[in-house]
DNA sequence: GGGGTGACGCGTC
DNA sequence: CGACGCGCCACCC
């Protein structure tokens, strides 16, 4: 079909980022964990932390979108999580061997580092 | 089209 | 440490 090819390339980087930032989720190992400034900066643009955040609070399919596999530069969880609270997500990231240290994630030992592969 | 909001990050005080 | 403030960018009135 014939849309503007400006007006398609708009709404393409629009989908586009939050795909990138699911898919870049998905891509998160077992037992690690990414913080939000890292996949925006994987998705292109560091500066999309925030929608990052806006991203997973929407996750449209968590059952292969880890959101709990995110947490903030400082190691932290989300309060806000989806299924009851921050605890549950220190849950899931504790049974997948993850250590906490003062209540954060040891980001030292567990941050994906996706360079290293 | 304008304005408020946020599962962030970083600088200041 | 904690508390603000600001920039950023997509979303939702």
């Given at each position: 079909m014939q849309?503007?090819?400006?007006?398609m390339r708009e709404t393409e980087?629009?989908?586009?980022?939050?795909?990138?930032?699911?898919?870049?989720?998905?891509?998160i190992p077992y037992g690690q964990v990414a913080t939000y400034g890292q996949i925006?900066?994987?998705a292109g643009n560091k500066r999309l932390s925030r929608v990052v955040g806006?991203?997973?609070?929407?996750?449209?399919?968590?059952?292969?979108?880890?959101?709990?596999?995110?947490?903030?530069r400082l190691g932290e969880v989300s309060r806000a999580?989806?299924?009851g609270g921050g605890n549950r997500q220190v849950e899931l990231l504790e049974a997948e061997g993850v250590q906490f240290i003062d209540g954060r994630v040891d980001m030292k030992h567990y941050q994906w580092n996706h360079f290293v592969f």
């Open positions: 849309i503007g090819r400006e007006e980087r629009e989908q586009n980022t939050f795909e990138r930032i699911y898919e870049i989720v998905r891509q925006a900066a994987l806006y991203a997973l609070h929407v996750n449209p399919d968590p059952a292969t979108i880890p959101c709990y596999r995110v947490v903030n999580f989806a299924f």
